[in-house]
Each structure stands twice: as C-alpha cells, then as structure tokens.
C-alpha cells in the first residue's frame, strides 16, 4: 500500500532539501499531507515569542496522539506570553457532535480558563438561527503574526485538525508577509462577529484572497467566468463534485472548444462520506462523460478501507490561473452557506507545484468512461 508521501515524490527532496528549495524560491509553498502540516505548524509554534498571537480558525479540532503536538505547543506559547486564540465551527464544538472534535475543544477551554489572559476559545456561528444551522465555517486556516506585518506566517487550505484526517489526501498552503496578513484580518472580523460577506484582498502580486459565502456565490462567479473564457486547460480536484452552474459552464465550454483540455479528478464513490455521492456518483457524471470531458476516480480502496482515506483536495487550474483553499466548487444545497476561504493566483511557480499535485493524483487515478 503506497504511502501519501511516494503519492505525492513531486513535493519531496532528498535530506530535507525540499524545505530550503521551496521556501527560497517560492512566494507560495504547498505543504502536501496533514502530517507534514501538523508538524510544520508545531514547529513555527514553538518558535513563537512574547508578543506575537497564533490565530487558529478550524471546522474541526480534535485531539490525539498525532495532532497533541500542536496542542502542546500552544499551550507552551501562551506560557511565554504569546496570545493564542481558537475558533471552531459551532457544530463541531456542539455536543451533540459525538467525536473528538467537542471533547478536545472542551479540553482546551478548560486550558484557556487556567492560562488566564493568553490562551481564548471561541465558536463560529453558535447563535445561528434553527434555518442557518447547516451554514458552517468551513475555513481551514492558522496564522502566526510576527514582530512587523510584513513577517506573518499562514497556512490555509483543506486540512483540519484531526489525526483521522492523515489517511486524507490534500494540502495547504504556506504563505508570507501581506497575504498572511489579510488572513488574520479575516480571522480578527469573524473573532469579533463582523464578517461582511462577501468581500476579497488584492495581493500586491496581483493574487486574490476571497473570504465568502456559497450564498452569495462571489467565488463561484469568478470560476464561471474564467471556465467560460479558458482558451487550453481546465483542471479541477473536488471532494464533492457539481451537479449546479459550474457542471453546466464546463459543459459548456467544452462545446464551445472541443479542443480544450477538461479534466476533473474525485474521489472514488467507495471512498467518499456523503451518502448522496455514494449512490448517486455514475448518475450524476453522465453529462461529462457525454461531453467528452475525462474524469478521474482515485483507487481508494488501494490506500485502506471504506470511510478511511479520501481524496479530500480542493484545487483548480484554469489556463494560467490557479485556485485552492476550502472551497469544493459546488453548489451543493446540502452543504448550506459555509464560509470559506479560496485563493486565486497566476504565480508561475506557484501553479509549477499545483501541476505536479495533479500529474500525482492523475497517476494513481482511474479514467472513469461510465458504465458500459
């Protein structure tokens, strides 16, 4: 059974070679597995001083062996006078939410009551009507603010805190300086309840951080109407593919340009956690299929079993542009208004790493043609 780090050789460099690499050379570096992140976060953790804040904002935050690293390095920071702030999603703190999710954040409040000022915990949306209940914050993101702006860390992308999680297959994204910045904005407006949706950040590079809701579908637009105009590629990684107006603008544009490169790559049905995707998966991919669009099944029962790994990516290219973050590009009436957080980039060595995270995946991927 292949382990995620010989799915994913693009991202791995002999004697730690890989680090200094992609930190010299890259503004924005894909950190591949949660392993890996869970590490990496400890460690710019326990390299905070007196001073500085860790913002953390998760849909889920579960403690165990894997991810108590973190927890300890939080807790040793505030000890140090660094400022620690925690923010879940209200269903995931809520006790009706019967996995480690509740027991560690409650664990942690208890921390926070004993750390005095240093360490809060807060949950999003808590206050949520009985009609908004199924609107999550599905943000993944932590920052460590520096001495100046300009030297914040940040990670955001589709990795939760959860040693579960593992088995997984996604990434984050590490990031410096203004956009690191902009994400604790963000987290500072939903912290203090006053998140204005939607609303975005224009990177001095010309990149674009969209803070947003699928209600008011900000996100979605600028995807259509890149998909719409895109002149040789569409690439696109999705737990939880669209059935609404992104489906039917790919269609689309592949009627209008036959020669375009179209090309979306899902979990097998097998592997997914959303029931209406495990029986309803063929249905709902006849309309690719029947446009000549390629559609790519991980082999997830090559990993583990049934509801343990899954291919939890969340990435897009189109032409010479790139997006990933939280967002699974649907409209999914299901999944109700999360908020997210998407980033949007033309950075050629940005979008040199996001291709060889799909030339992995399409490797150990199967080319669905429907049922014959």
């Not at 039917?248 to 179209?262: C, E, F, T, Y």
Request: glycine letters at 6%; aromatic letters at 14%; a positive charge.
């Amino acid at each position: 059974m292949p382990s995620l780090r010989e799915k994913h050789p693009f991202f791995y460099f002999p004697s730690g070679e890989k680090r200094e690499k992609i930190q010299n050379g890259h503004r924005y570096e894909i950190v591949p597995t949660a392993e890996e992140f869970y590490s990496r976060l400890a460690e710019d953790i326990n390299q905070t001083q007196s001073g500085q804040s860790v913002f953390l904002e998760f849909f889920t935050f579960e403690e165990d062996k894997i991810t108590q690293p973190i927890f300890t390095a939080l807790t040793n920071a505030a000890t140090r006078g660094v400022k620690v702030k925690l923010l879940i999603d209200h269903w995931s703190s809520n006790p009706l939410n019967l996995i480690n999710s509740y027991r560690a954040f409650q664990k942690f409040r208890r921390q926070a009551r004993l750390s005095g000022d240093e360490i809060e915990v807060k949950t999003a949306g808590k206050d949520k009507e009985l009609k908004d209940i199924l609107k999550r914050d599905h943000k993944k993101m932590a920052v460590i603010t520096g001495a100046r702006q300009d030297e914040a860390t940040a990670y955001f992308g589709g990795i939760n805190i959860a040693g579960r999680n593992t088995k997984w297959d996604h990434f984050m994204v590490r990031v410096k300086g203004e956009t690191a910045q902009f994400i604790a904005e963000d987290f500072q407006k939903t912290w203090d309840g006053k998140n204005i949706f939607p609303y975005k950040k224009i990177v001095k590079d010309g990149s674009t951080l969209f803070f947003d809701t699928r209600e008011s579908e900000t996100v979605l637009k600028d995807v259509v109407e890149n998909i719409k105009n895109a002149k040789s590629r569409i690439w696109m990684q999705t737990s939880y593919f669209d059935y609404g107006i992104v489906r039917q603008a790919l269609i689309n544009a592949k009627k209008q340009s036959p020669n375009l490169d179209v090309q979306i790559f899902i979990p097998h049905e097998t592997t997914n956690n959303v029931p209406q995707y495990i029986l309803f998966t063929n249905r709902l991919l006849k309309p690719f299929i029947n446009s000549d669009i390629k559609i790519f099944k991980d082999r997830g029962r090559l990993y583990d079993t049934f509801l343990t790994y899954f291919n939890h990516s969340k990435a897009l290219i189109i032409d010479n542009k790139a997006y990933c973050g939280s967002f699974n590009f649907t409209t999914d009436p299901l999944v109700g208004g999360n908020s997210e957080i998407v980033f949007k980039t033309a950075d050629s060595e940005f979008i040199k790493s996001l291709e060889g995270w799909f030339d992995d995946t399409r490797r150990f991927s199967k080319e669905y043609k429907g049922r014959r």
